[in-house]
């Protein structure tokens, strides 16, 4: 997982004479320079905007008490104000002794807690960055909870208004649940098991500004409301979360005043499904979307998706949505697929580029594609109607980009100076296999910062492990359980702290199997597998999926001969429901992925809609259900 550096970050807007920018609501935030270039390099760039280090905040927060900008953040006067550990020596203390309006504020310092009912109004948690914006507060107040336990739970009918600000939120199941109009501002969350901020279904609104998540168990932000109000996720970066990075059910809501969410000038990157996911339910909801000025990329599903009957588990077909959402002047980049559409999606003025297959699926009846440019997409436009005005692959050049007036809005990347946090590299291996009867691994991470101390730790998996030295850069784990391991190494320089995770696959059942391709075609039976992981059922030349953890890798020799080639699978649904196979090569060119779909309950051929291409040598190639009821009986590879 490559970790982030960050810098100021600026997102510009690029406008063109006689054309309006922005087809929503103007953003809140003014970007004043301008840029003519369009370069993945900065987008890729290892140096990072983050918004909670670089955005201005003269006017850091609303007044606590009175609603209220703070003009002279040296003259603030606070009511009900409580100092810790001056007034009580513990937050639980102070938070247990509080009235309702009051503002905790918390000296520098690492607090233990959790499972914490707040069952008052308008109380502030905050560190000493309220005061005097000093942004080191951030970094040096800490909250650290229990992995196996909440932090925080705003508890339903009495917890309005509750706020965190310039916090860091550390080793929990979950940081923050609401259960009302909540507020987070300027924080920063790690190591989280579970979602990070969850608004629950009594919340009525809530604001996610200026903060950063790097890795959870879950989604970073949980939107699960049915009571109504307004939802502001605006200046924020999320990296490398398990699941979504925004994650909002449809439950009914027959409210009068349409439930609003405004999604605009974040950063949401490498989450393990979905940048953004709209849960769709079987009826129309009274709410609204704008979805603008994000930075979306290498979600390994779609960058934002839609999922039908309350199913959280993607499967890049789209939904039946009838929610209008507006989604304009983003730049998705390197998702698996782009957009998958609902029926009444207006999609303007995005930037869509290297989809690995689809850039829009499925946005049909009442929905509007238009004014945007896809760039080196598998597919730009599959079962999506209300096509116009949109510019594709080679038909202009970026010289030419400016007097292309239909395309406006575009975000561009430009990295100004260096971000005053001493930020530092630490790499780990990534997908780590370890079979039977080796149940030991050596761990060899590296790290640009000399001076650091590290701990190992255990993130995920289905049993605990033994770490050798689990204090040192370099050791030894040891297994005992078959599954997937998730392995955490942090590192602390003195000035600011690092983590970063792999993944380890203990198996069971592999075999010692090459397959070497033939000249034209190969056919692979599934059972020729080298590693088979997870709850399968394997028999007749056949593996069907009995969870949707299920994944099979084969590992091909080219035969000395650099290849290009296509795959397809033979495969079947068990109930005539739609069931997804992924397929990914590691090869020369790094990993490379796409998603099949089949729903007949008889066997038949599916193609990957994709070329994949490799150097000589020996590869792996992984078929991985995203269904139960997933079964394959062979691959082919054809040049």
């Known amino acids: 997982m490559q970790r982030k550096h960050f810098s100021i970050l600026l997102l510009t807007v690029i406008t063109f004479s006689g054309c309006n920018m922005d087809e929503g609501k103007q953003s809140q935030d003014n970007y004043s320079q301008e840029s003519n270039n369009i370069s993945d390099s900065l987008i890729d760039s290892t140096t990072k905007n983050n918004p909670l280090i670089n955005t201005s905040t003269s006017d850091i927060s609303e007044s606590l008490s009175e609603g209220k900008p703070i003009a002279d953040s040296n003259h603030i006067i606070i009511k009900n104000r409580i100092n810790v550990p001056e007034d009580y020596k513990s937050l639980d203390e102070a938070i247990s002794n509080a009235k309702s309006g009051s503002t905790i504020i918390l000296n520098s310092g690492t607090y233990q807690i959790s499972n914490v009912d707040i069952e008052k109004e308008n109380i502030t948690i905050a560190s000493k960055f309220i005061l005097n914006n000093d942004r080191s507060k951030i970094d040096d107040t800490i909250i650290k909870g229990i992995k196996t336990k909440p932090i925080f739970t705003g508890k339903r009918s009495s917890s309005n208004n509750l706020k965190f600000i310039g916090l860091t939120f550390t080793n929990a199941r979950k940081a923050i649940t609401f259960n009302e109009y909540g507020i987070v501002q300027y924080c920063k969350f790690n190591n989280m098991h579970h979602d990070v901020i969850s608004f629950e279904g009594h919340a009525i609104g809530g604001e996610v500004t200026n903060s950063l998540v790097e890795g959870s168990g879950d989604e970073a932000i949980d939107i699960d409301s049915r009571k109504g109000g307004e939802f502001l996720i605006a200046n924020n970066e999320f990296y490398n979360v398990d699941d979504d990075g925004i994650e909002i059910r449809l439950y009914n809501y027959t409210g009068e005043k349409v439930m609003h969410y405004d999604i605009h000038h974040n950063i949401i990157s490498g989450s393990g499904e979905d940048g953004i996911q709209l849960i769709d339910y079987d009826k129309k909801s009274n709410r609204s979307f704008d979805i603008h000025h994000n930075i979306i990329k290498d979600s390994k599903d779609v960058g934002i998706g839609s999922t039908v009957n309350g199913n959280t588990k993607e499967n890049a077909l789209g939904s039946e949505m009838e929610e209008n959402v507006n989604i304009y002047n983003n730049y998705f980049l390197k998702n698996s697929s782009h957009i998958t559409g609902g029926n009444n999606m207006s999609i303007k003025k995005n930037y869509f580029k290297s989809a690995s297959d689809n850039a829009i699926y499925n946005a049909n009846k009442n929905s509007n594609i238009t004014h945007n440019y896809f760039d080196d997409n598998l597919q730009d436009l599959v079962a999506s109607s209300a096509v116009s005005k949109n510019t594709f692959d080679k038909e202009f050049t970026l010289k030419d980009f400016k007097k292309k007036s239909e395309h406006i809005g575009i975000i561009n990347i430009i990295n100004q100076k260096p971000s005053p946090i001493n930020r530092f590299s630490l790499t780990l291996d990534q997908d780590k296999f370890l079979t039977k009867p080796n149940n030991s691994l050596e761990l060899n991470a590296k790290s640009s910062e000399s001076q650091s101390s590290y701990l190992w730790s255990l993130k995920d998996g289905p049993a605990e492990v033994n770490f050798e030295n689990k204090r040192s850069l370099n050791t030894k784990v040891t297994f005992t359980k078959q599954g997937k391991y998730t392995l955490q190494l942090s590192a602390n320089n003195g000035q600011t702290k690092q983590s970063n995770t792999m993944n380890v696959y203990y198996l069971f059942d592999h075999k010692e199997n ?85 729903s007949s309950t008889q066997y038949q051929w599916v193609k990957v809609n994709k070329k994949f291409k490799t150097t000589a040598g020996i590869w792996r190639i992984r078929l991985e259900a995203q269904d139960e009821g997933l079964s394959w009986k062979s691959l082919e590879l054809k040049k």
């Open 514 to 598: 090459t397959i070497k391709l033939k000249n034209r075609k190969s056919r692979i039976s599934a059972n020729d597998y080298s590693f088979l992981y997870a709850s399968t059922a394997s028999k007749n030349s056949e593996i069907t999926a009995q969870d949707d953890q299920t994944m099979a890798d084969y590992i091909i020799d080219t035969n000395g001969k650099d290849l290009a080639f296509k795959i397809k699978v033979l495969m079947k649904s068990s109930n005539n429901d739609v069931k997804t196979l992924r397929v990914t090569l590691f090869g020369s060119e790094g990993v490379v992925s796409a998603l099949i779909h089949v």
